[in-house]
């Protein structure tokens, strides 16, 4: 088949992508039915659980992405669609619930997570609030941003995207709705595995600073845990709430098609290729998997420690690998050694002033009280993690290992105060961001939930394997239960950047140089988890404190990707097919189809598709794969008002012969501002 993608960089995101394929390289359906025997058999808890996803997509065209603060990384199509998967949990109908959200974005701001419970408070009442309430980010690098409300983020982001953000809180909501009329008696039990080859150490000398029993914890020099809340009723798995602690930067910064990296396609995987399930056919699906984080701060899925290499030099190929073996980790847990969880949930949740916390000598590890400090980056931050990509390559930082920055500490020493410098100290301070109002947080939420004989600390943070570590043993230690009865879970309510040791604080890698609050951010944490394990223990009330003021719409929205009218090229209509596919392919080969489109950002399509790949059975078109799925691609092309779509399906193995067609389905936008519905046909291709 001759390629016929043009030179345009939107079009050459697509050339770096290899024919992967959709069918699926572990499992299958007979894998998971095989399995079901042993969970009707297992050990579990009965409780009242709720599941429900959400299309979260924000938009393809032209939005800055979340993660590796690039500001070239303007997204320019589509390829796996953003969601939220909810679980709601209760004793009984009538008792106290707690959700849990797992959104597939880059971060979870407290902008996101006041509307949602805005939104949700106006439908339920109390049911749900802040106190029983966590959204947790998987932190892809590759989804679009604009969403934060504080000038530090969303100016990498070049300003704050409505509708964006209204597709991220929208999403969650259609998922806790979903989860809320989904609430059902089920057994729910507690699994725990090991992942060795889906992460790797990144900061190496950071790391061997630690404690010698520390290290000796890890000798893989990462996480391995992989653990689960399976979810099943009358003996059928119909949910998996999984925690494995690895970045989800498969995608490098290169890459501008959106994408929910390793964990959004471990949990498609799950869902749509091992239970064949369709999120666009209505309903609640039989199966809800969620893949979210722990503390995966210094953990790089790049297994060869150079951006989008490992195991292979192809990041699509990669991303599909790292999600198919945290799929595998999983799946393989199903059934096997459940721990019954046990009954009674309860929680406990806190406002605190990261910027000052007077933290005390039973947590500071030198018999001394010591403070946290008023937020700053520093020069190790800027060189973003080279073992990840992002950051600017070309700008003259270096992390601690490879030299630091000596011509910016000089320079530094001199503009930045003494008392700022000495209170972050080793950390060369680069940006002093603490000291423009509300250019970050300040003030963080943190849970401590307990689900029966489980414990779940939330944070909004990004905690190395070493913090928590230190996290669940502090905690372990107050509430009288094992290490292994705690989770430790980053990137939930807020962001405030990194959570080093205090010994890995002092080599100045990036993720130092990223713990903005200074070398005492986790003794405090420390503090502030034990805190609220006492308020638990002793079944007193804890006062929760305030958040600070809202600021979402606060920062100037972004002049980039806001379509005002749409127009067709010239002697074309909307919807007519530019570039129609060959008449006749092969199982792995390329189907590529031009449309005369519209801009996509009028209408992101949550809950719909922008496109679908059709086989003819009988008389009538039937749907077989859409803009969500892993063998398709939608790129946006662009000019003034003028937006062409370019389609690719790599046809997937197992694909059965037969005619074949793409259809291409958008809004427009007309010269009055309102929509109007566009669509559009290939040619009927066969596939053999």
Known sequence: MSDSRPAATAAAAVSRR?????????????????????????????????????????????????????????????????????????????????????????????????????????????????????????????????????????????????????????????????????????????????????????????????????????????????????????????????????????????????????????????????????????????????????????????????????????????????????????????????????????????????????????????????????????????????EDGGGGDELPFAEGDRGGNPAVKAFTDVVIPAWLREAHAPKDVLLPVGLVPHAVQRVYPFHLVRLGRHYLLTLGFEPTVVAGLRLRRTLAAELGVAEDHVTVQGYSNAYGHYVTTPEEYSAQNYEGGATIFGPWTLPAIQQIAADLARSMRAGTPLDPGTSERDLTGQIPVSPLGNPLVDTPAPLRSFGDVLDQPLPEYRVGQRVLVRFCGTHPNSDPRRGGTYLAVERRDGGRWVRVHDDGDWSTIIVFEGLLTVTNALITWDIPPGTPAGEYRVVYTASGRGLDGRLFPVRGESRAFDVR
């Not at 796996?80 to 008792?95: K, Y």
């Open 18 to 386: 290899t024919v992967l394929g959709g069918a699926a390289a572990l499992g299958g359906i007979a894998a998971l039915q095989s399995v079901l025997p042993a969970v009707a058999s297992a050990q579990s808890t009965a409780l009242y659980v709720g599941r429900g996803i959400g299309d979260m997509t924000g938009e393809p065209l032209g939005a800055g992405m979340n993660g590796y603060a690039d500001t070239e990384q303007l997204s320019v199509g589509l390829h796996l669609r953003q969601r939220a998967r909810a679980f709601v949990f209760a004793d009984s109908p009538s008792s106290p619930r707690f959700l849990h959200v797992t959104a597939e974005i880059g971060l979870i701001f407290q902008s996101i997570q006041q509307e949602v419970l805005r939104r949700l408070a106006a439908e339920f009442g109390g049911t749900y609030h802040e106190g029983n309430v966590v959204i947790t980010a998987t932190h892809t690098h590759v989804a679009p941003g604009g969403t934060s409300g504080h000038p530090m983020v969303d100016l990498s982001m070049l300003g704050f995207r409505p509708v964006t953000f209204e597709a991220n809180v929208a999403g969650i909501v259609d998922a806790v709705q979903m989860a809320h009329h989904d609430l059902a008696p089920s057994e729910v039990g507690v699994t725990t595995g090991t992942l060795r080859d889906a992460g790797v150490q990144r900061s190496r000398g950071s790391f061997e600073r630690d404690t010698p029993e520390e290290r000796a914890h890890f000798p893989e020099e990462i996480d391995p845990r992989s653990q689960s809340l399976q979810i099943t009723r009358g003996g059928q798995l119909v949910g998996v709430l999984n925690w494995f602690a690895t970045h989800a930067t498969s995608m490098t910064s290169h890459n501008r098609i959106a994408s929910s990296d390793n964990k959004g396609y471990a949990a498609w995987h799950w869902e749509r290729e091992v239970a064949v399930q369709d999120y666009l056919a209505g309903g609640t699906p039989h199966l809800v998997t969620a893949f979210a984080q722990t503390n995966p701060g210094d953990v790089s899925p790049n297994l060869d420690l150079e951006p989008g290499r490992g195991p292979t030099p192809d990041e699509w190929l990669n991303t599909r690998i790292n999600g198919e073996r945290q799929f595998a980790a999983a799946r393989d847990q199903v059934g096997r050694d459940v721990r019954p969880l046990g009954g009674g949930i309860d929680v406990r949740h806190v406002w605190v002033d990261m910027s000052a916390v007077e933290v005390r000598p039973e947590f500071t590890g030198d018999g001394r009280t010591h403070r946290t400090a008023v937020a700053a980056l520093g020069a190790s931050f800027a060189s973003g993690s080279q």
